[in-house]
T-cell receptor, first 114, second 112 residues
């Protein structure tokens, strides 16, 4: 069974601070996805990283895929209250042909206080 | 309008009742999924379907059944609801080559 460990589970910070969320596994993934879920909504895809060592930036969010494709991190610079939400990572493994199996982490609940 | 629509958004029911949660999508994706989300447990896959004639169990299918009525419709049924099925349920679709999921807004089910 593949597991994705996310840390921290909860994070409460002040507006303007920086933070990093980690997603770790002993398994290799073909790609890794990050989602954000706001209260009362479904998760929304933020980014997919595919290549080991890849770094992608989305405004103040920086996503990195580990060289061995077993781990990933999400760094937020100068957090804002609008960044509040549950951040989920999901590792994808190819289960044959064009079929992918997704393994979700349990999420990091981020609260950014004004 | 949302690409993935779930009904009802909220439902309170009693133990032993039959419940159906419905999902429809306008994304044109063949692949559809049902997940449940519980605090501290994350998202867990209940059932998935890669096309109308393909239904597969996920990691927690016991107590649930599904029906894929059309490419755009995928419903989840609880034949006899029990309190530990109280959860937030999500329908999702995916594109075939990336596995990236598009979620509905969720159906919150409470079983008393």
């Amino acid at each position: 069974t593949q597991l994705l460990e996310q840390s921290p589970q909860f994070l409460s910070i002040q507006e303007g601070e920086n933070l990093t969320v980690y997603c770790n596994s002993s398994s290799v993934f073909s790609s890794l996805q990050w989602y954000r879920q706001e209260p009362g909504e479904g998760p929304v895809l933020l980014v997919t990283v595919v290549t080991g060592g890849e770094v992608k930036k989305l405004k103040r969010l920086t996503f990195q895929f580990g060289d061995a494709r077993k781990d990933s991190s999400l760094h937020i610079t100068a957090a804002q209250p609008g960044d509040t939400g549950l951040y989920l990572c999901a590792g994808a493994t190819n289960s044959g042909g064009s079929n992918y199996k997704l393994t979700f982490g349990k999420g990091t609940l981020l609260t950014v206080n004004p | 309008d949302a690409d993935v629509t779930q009904t009802p958004r909220n439902r309170i029911t009693k133990t032993g009742k039959r419940i159906m949660l419905e999902c429809s999508q306008t994304k044109g994706h063949d692949r559809m999924y049902w997940y449940r989300q519980d605090p501290g447990l994350g998202l867990r896959l209940i059932y998935y379907s890669f096309d109308v004639k393909d239904i597969n169990k996920g990691e927690i299918s016991d107590g649930y059944s599904v029906s894929r009525q059309a490419q755009a419709k995928f419903s989840l049924s609880l034949e006899s609801a029990i309190p530990n099925q109280t959860a937030l349920y999500f329908c999702a679709t995916s594109a075939p080559n990336t596995g990236e999921l598009f979620f509905g807004e969720g159906s919150r089910l409470t079983v008393l």
